[in-house]
Nanobody
Framework: QVQLVESGGGSVQAGGSLRLSCAAA????????VAWFRRAPGNEREGVAA????????YYADSVKGRFTISQDNAKNTVYLQMNSLKPEDTAMYYC??????????????????WGKGTQVTVSQ
């Protein structure tokens, strides 16, 4: 069993930056993807970015391309999401997910077996 713990959320003004972290508190995933999803009130869960575990391939939602960067530190078993030029529409609960289920595209939740509890990001004007 893999337990994922997110941190780094907070409140910032538009144009600001935050870095989210996703650490595997227990267990370890050695293959598949780690992704960040977000859910704003009244909206569906949205895939934000993903990275192949131990690899270099990354994926981004169009809405965050050029502003967000996903990266990993394998030694620390941690994945990061650097968020720059934040906008009010980025306000959401952000969740980390990991899994090796080969079923669908990277932004589809069914690919992920493990989920964190989330960290809130609030961007004000």
């Amino acid at each position: 069993q893999v337990q994922l713990v997110e941190s780094g959320g907070g409140s910032v003004q538009a144009g600001g930056s935050l870095r989210l972290s996703c650490a595997a508190a227990t267990g370890r995933t050695s293959s598949g993807l780690v992704a960040w999803f977000r859910r704003a009130p009244g909206n569906e869960r949205e895939g934000v970015a993903a990275v192949h575990i131990g690899g270099s391939s990354t994926y981004y939602a169009d809405s965050v391309k050029g502003r967000f960067t996903i990266s990993q530190d394998n030694a620390k078993n941690t994945v990061y999401l650097q968020m720059n030029s934040l906008k009010p529409e980025d306000t959401a609960m952000y969740y980390c997910a990991a899994g090796d289920i080969v079923d669908g595209s990277w932004y589809q939740p069914r690919r992920y077996r493990y989920w964190g509890k989330g960290t809130q990001v609030t961007v004000s004007q």
